[in-house]
């Protein structure tokens, strides 16, 4: 399990949380973030605080420490940034330098959704002419030519 806050994190949390509701002070927010220390892992902490500190009516950051909405976290949902066929990776669909930064070709190489879009097209087109060929085979070899008899 992930630990709790560490003291530093604790502390750069009260700022960014001062930053997010300047109502609150700095040393009340590292003392709420101390008492609720024990109630939940590190990150799951940050995310309650934050919510705690953005929801209008919570005039003191003591709410942090308290059972509360700001412990339930809401459903999201996530908008990738708008990234063109040709850089976005067919198998994780993030962009080239975050899909190599990722998986770094461990778990798949980057493929462009273009390159994958046009190597399909590649592949189908290729079958129709290998169809075509095995077609016109076939009529080739139902038709009997009959060899021509010399006549003497
Ligand atoms: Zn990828």
């Not at 560490?6 to 949390?13: D, I, M």
């Not at 975050?98 to 493929?111: K, S, T």
Request: hydrophobic share 40%; aromatic share 4%.
């Amino acid at each position: 399990m992930i630990g709790a806050l560490s003291t530093k994190q604790q502390f750069l949390l009260s700022k960014f949380l001062n930053a997010l509701n300047e109502e609150w002070d700095i040393a009340g927010i590292e003392a709420a973030l101390g008492r609720a220390r024990e109630m939940a892992p590190g990150p799951e902490l940050a995310c309650a605080a934050i919510r705690a500190a953005v929801t209008v009516g919570n005039r003191t950051p003591a709410v942090i420490a308290l059972p509360g909405p700001h412990w339930r976290a809401a459903p999201v949902t996530v908008r990738m940034p708008n990234v063109r066929s040709g850089e976005r990776c067919t198998t994780c669909s993030h962009p080239k330098a975050m899909c190599r930064a990722l998986y770094d070709d461990a778990d798949h190489r980057f493929m462009s959704v273009a390159e994958a879009r046009r190597r399909m097209l590649d592949d189908e087109s290729q079958r129709v002419v290998t169809d075509g060929i095995r077609e016109s085979m076939r009529a080739r070899q139902s038709t009997r030519f009959e060899t021509p008899v010399e006549e003497s």
